[in-house]
């Protein structure tokens, strides 16, 4: 049974999270305990932004969660009719099989003796990964240390903590270490280290279009969440002055926030809030001093699609290609975590008459629709060689169905892209595709044990991002005992 704190006895930390997170609830503030501990209005010294003046030295490191287990065995399939390629897939997957003919194919720069290509739907995707930003990162999962089949079926090494769990490995994911209890996420590792980049700190580095996650979680860098609307502010206001009731409101709240306290919680709760209303009312400021978007790009209606097309809006602010008033000068380094959900298809996930239809296929064209559109964005800002977006998610899904969708699984393939992904290749080794028990990464319906961990796919990253040699170990402490800290796809 996993160590964790029980519901009743939380850590310090935990309770001032959970009651400022309780206050978001009720519409003061969203996800309050994650924003940053410090912020301040931006002075004057800001001043005007020059369009594409992009700062050489910036860099954004996104993180795309698949919330719920991605079903990546029919993100990427093979197409060669070999016994081991196309026959060997449509025979395990059985009716969760796409066709064979498809529109897009993958022109994939080292074979492994397959020819590939995406779900039907990712044709953006496709695009992006046939012109070079994009790749493909093969079966990657969390892992305690490399692991053989012989040695999970005689459980002979660590495993990973509750596998196959929805929350444990959405955490582990999110944290890089499976073997354990939750303390810090990589993402807030990585901000922790590079903080120390940025000559602005106004707002964090660690921005959430999606409430609260695991992989932003750090120890001095606290993640700011805001919506894809922009800033968060306090409810039932239309501003901090004002003679109208909303507003005397809205100063009557912030005044009892600065109120001095004798009692510690109190203290931290009200200056935690304060700070936070203070960036909230910044990144408005900014966010309406360039109304006027600086692309042109246009990014699709869902939650995904939004959600990026704001942390599009938030780089440009950062990044030297905003148009005026204040800005976010002086962020060299961002991260940003963007969330989409409804992957635990159990069911439902193909259409019976036209498997290259139904819930699965809404949900990667929405994610390959969204990436296109994200990268296009920043490259018309200028900045494509300095964003570098990444998919995670909570494990894969079996090989084989149970009927009408399939089951919790492990290892999944995922994608990475920007300008400087070495792009259209596959990194690392694909698996078999019987499903059957048979194969040596098998360990019964397709669930396949890693052949990449997190930890080196993370480490990628955060090399890329200027973590350096020394410093990995603080953000990875479990990379040592991986063979490859640098997948060579950045």
Known sequence: ??????????????????????????GMLSALAQLRLTGAIANAENGTRVAGATAPDYKALVCLFLAGGNDANNLIIPLDS?????????????????????????????????????HPAMTGARDLFNSGQLGVIANVGTLAVPTTKAQYNARSVPLPFQLFSHSDQQVEWQSSIADKPFVTGWGGRIADVTDSLNSNNSISMSISLNGQNSFQVGNRVAQYSVSTNGSIALSSSTGATGTNLQAIRTQAQKDLLVAQNNNLFETAFGGMTS????????????????????????????????QLKTIARLIAAAAGTATAGPSLSGLKRQIFFARIGGWDLHAGQVNAGDHTLGAHANLL?????????????????????QVTTFTASDFGRTFNTNGDGSDHGWGSHHLVMGGAVKGGDIYGKMPTWTGDGTGPDDT?????????????FSATMATWFGVSATNLPLILPNVGRFAKPNLGFL
């Not at 960036?279 to 109304?291: E, F, H, P, R, V």
């Open 275 to 306: 700070n936070a209303i203070a960036d909230s009312d910044l990144l408005a400021t900014i966010l309406a001093a360039n109304a006027t978007l600086p692309f042109t790009t246009t990014f699709p209606t869902s939650s995904l699609g939004q």
């Open 444 to 456: 019964g319906r397709g669930r396949w044990i890693p052949t990449t961990s997190v930890d080196e």
């Open 365 to 385: 064209g929405d994610v390959s629709n969204s990436l296109s559109a994200f990268y296009n964005a920043t490259s018309q800002l200028g900045v494509a060689n």
């Open 82 to 118: 070999s016994a081991t390629g196309y026959q060997a897939y449509a025979t395990g997957r059985g009716t969760l099989a796409l066709p064979q003919t498809g529109d897009a194919k993958l022109n994939v720069k080292t074979s492994d003796g397959h020819d590939y290509r995406f």
């Open 1 to 26: 049974m996993n160590p964790k704190n029980l519901p009743h006895d939380p850590t310090r930390r935990k309770f001032l999270g959970a009651c400022c997170a309780s206050v978001g609830a009720t």
